[in-house]
């Protein structure tokens, strides 16, 4: 049996780092009102954790697809999870983090079927855009027809140094999605208010994330699954929106298709040769600390007159939308 929760307040969750945090309310909303979405995937015999199953049977209907799994609340999943041997058990989080792993304690999942605390850790870590930068974006970087920096400020004169140096920066929370957490900064337009934005996500996370600002001409992603034991798979392409930097939707269209548009930007063969070696470097990294669904965001930028490849923008260490639009 799969168990899946929609939780997506993961990211939110891996900044506090604690078992019991209360998420915002926008956050807490969003849980409820799509709870039931990997309803949309699910196989008979799968069970789907939500917050309310009634509201949740409704959502589902209005979606006109046939229900597989059972939409369960936590006092039924508790039900449900007496009768299923462990061994027979796989738990599929949007995302795993500390608050997810004591509520799935207290609905009677066994800690030896959950993520270790050095697991946890090496999750967080891996979360933070900093590894990213460090460990996915520099050595794909080598790739010809590349672009793309990233620093993490740890102090706010290192932030404006780094303003000062590129004129326009994105400035971005080390643990952040979504575009939340993240705002275009300019030299010229540099607010008190903004620079006390700095200072408090530095004070509460340890450091912001500077990148200079590109133009960019498209959004896309690469999604991928890690088998735990040192495999990352291929799984498809993911063409996305943003306004302002905050994610909007996914284009849900087949995959050759999305290779098609893709091809008008960018050739195919490099960037199957990068995907291939973003598959490697992860498969050694995630080895015993990771299984699951990840997403990389890339996009295409111009300079000059000529279009350049960002090959690591950010790495979600989780399931995305970009796997909804995959599975759907």
Not at 132 to 151: K, M, Q, V
Not at 199 to 204: G, V
Request: with cysteine; hydrophobic share 45%; proline share 5%.
């Amino acid at each position: 049996m799969d168990l899946y929760i929609f939780n997506p307040e993961h990211d939110i969750m891996l900044a506090a780092n604690r078992d019991r945090t209360t998420p915002p309310r926008a956050a807490r909303e969003l849980r409820h009102d799509l709870g039931f979405l990997p309803a949309l995937w699910a196989q008979k015999g799968d069970v789907v954790l939500v917050d309310d199953a009634s509201f949740a049977h409704e959502a589902f209907a209005a979606t006109g697809r046939e229900l597989q799994a059972t939409l369960a609340d936590r006092h039924m999943a508790r039900q449900l999870l007496r009768s299923v041997p462990p061994s027979e058990l796989r738990l599929r989080p949007w995302g795993w983090d500390r608050s997810i792993v004591r509520e799935l304690r207290e609905i009677g999942v066994a800690s030896e079927w959950l993520p270790t605390d050095v697991q946890l850790d090496a999750i967080r870590r891996m979360s933070h855009r900093a590894w990213a930068a460090e460990n996915l974006l520099t050595p794909l970087r080598e790739a010809p027809g590349t672009i793309g920096e990233s620093h993490a400020a740890t102090t706010l004169d290192s932030c404006l140094n780094l303003l000062q140096r590129h004129s326009n920066v994105m400035a971005k929370a080390p643990w952040s999605s979504s575009g939340r957490g993240v705002r275009p900064l300019s030299v010229h337009d540099l607010t008190p208010s903004t620079q006390g934005w700095l200072t408090r996500i530095i004070a509460d996370q340890g450091a912001v994330m500077i990148e200079p600002y590109y133009n960019k001409v498209l959004d896309f992603g690469v999604e991928l699954t890690s088998d735990g034991h040192g495999s990352v798979h291929f799984n498809g392409l993911s063409l996305f929106y943003t306004e302002h930097g905050a994610y909007v939707g996914n284009l849900v269209i087949d995959e050759s298709a999305k290779w098609q548009l893709l091809s008008a930007y960018i050739d195919r063969q490099p960037l199957t040769h990068l995907i291939d070696r973003l598959c490697l470097l992860l498969g050694d990294a995630l080895r015993n600390v990771y299984a699951g669904p990840l997403g990389i965001d890339m996009m295409v930028v111009r300079q000059d007159d000529t279009l350049l490849l960002h090959p690591c923008v950010e790495m979600n260490l989780r399931a995305t939308m970009g796997h909804v639009a995959l599975l759907v």
